[in-house]
């Protein structure tokens, strides 16, 4: 089983990173981009085959290691 | 007193912790590495250094703070005994939960590395009493993500128990409200980006990084 998870900041957390991209993306002529935010993809490789363990045990993953609860948020994706 | 520094993988301000505690008390701290579970007997004063643990990845701290010392590190914060984080350090007291709040990359995105003006804003806690209220430290700062964030509510309250210690006179990175240097509620655990270790002899760029160290381990 696999797991993919977004993590990404929170709403009203200053993205400097992303600031950047948006603005090279502006430099290059991309006038419509507004904003950018940049989180990150974390792709897990698991034993087992019950999706709703995995899930849940991914969950507690993200809260104890994978993500900051105070500057960010996640989702879990099993396939 | 008896201090310990905590060495993880990537730490590089070790050695410079362990001077700077061994001259003002005197006495070589234990240098313990972070696959320990305990801290050695008698330990009073942790420190936990600067660096670059674990190379940074996932965020800054995030995995030092769930290495094997660190529940030690926490229990031993919670009898109330002195805990200095500094840069990484900081970082990863954060990460653990012993501070609020969270260090975000640089609003500037680059690693900024220069001697920094600093104001003491809380000159009554064991980490800053021989400070007083001075406004004008010079301690450098070396780091990639030393912009200090937490919610309006929490800045709040810590601004209104005395809980920021340390403020830049020029904020070099974002930080909110200017903030250097943090307390915890109770007062022990101190967290800050300046390396006061950095700033302890006077060929090597100042000595106002001393009297961190003299207010803490003077007073015991």
């Not at chain 2, 929490?154 to 903030?179: C, H």
């Amino acid at each position: 089983m696999k797991a993919k998870i977004h993590v990404y900041l929170k709403p009203g957390v200053l993205d400097p990173q992303g600031a950047a991209v948006a603005g090279a993306l502006r430099n290059m002529g991309y006038d419509e981009v507004e904003d950018a935010r940049q989180g990150k993809l974390i792709e897990l490789d698991l034993t087992g085959e019950n999706a709703d363990t995995a899930k849940s045990r991914v969950d507690e993953m993200c809260q104890k290691l994978l993500s900051n609860p105070v500057i960010e948020s996640y989702s879990i994706e099993i396939a | 007193m008896k201090s310990a520094v905590i060495v993880f993988p990537g730490s590089n301000c070790d050695r410079d912790a362990h001077d700077a505690i061994a001259r003002v008390t005197g006495e070589n701290p234990a240098m313990v590495w972070h696959q320990e579970t305990e801290l050695p007997d008698g330990t009073e004063f942790v420190m936990i250094p600067g660096g670059f643990s674990y190379g940074d990845y996932l965020r800054c701290g995030a995995m030092a703070s769930r290495s094997s010392i660190m529940p030690a590190v926490i229990a031993h914060a919670a009898t109330g005994a002195p805990v200095l984080g500094v840069c990484n350090g900081f970082q990863i007291l954060t990460e653990s939960g012993l501070l609020p709040g969270s260090l975000m990359r640089n609003a500037g995105l680059t690693f900024v590395c220069e001697r920094t003006p600093l104001s003491v804003t809380n000159g009554n806690t064991r980490f800053t009493s021989r400070y007083q209220a001075e406004t004008d430290l010079i301690i450098p700062i070396a780091h990639h993500d030393g912009n200090y964030f937490a919610d309006a509510d929490t800045l709040d309250r810590m601004d209104g128990e005395g809980q920021v210690v340390f403020r830049y006179g020029q904020n070099p990175n974002g930080s909110a409200r200017d903030i250097a240097g943090i307390v915890n509620e109770q007062g022990n655990v101190l967290g800050m980006m300046p390396h006061p270790e950095r700033a302890i002899d006077a060929k090597h760029g100042g000595t106002d990084g001393l009297a961190l160290f003299e207010s803490l381990l003077g007073s015991a």
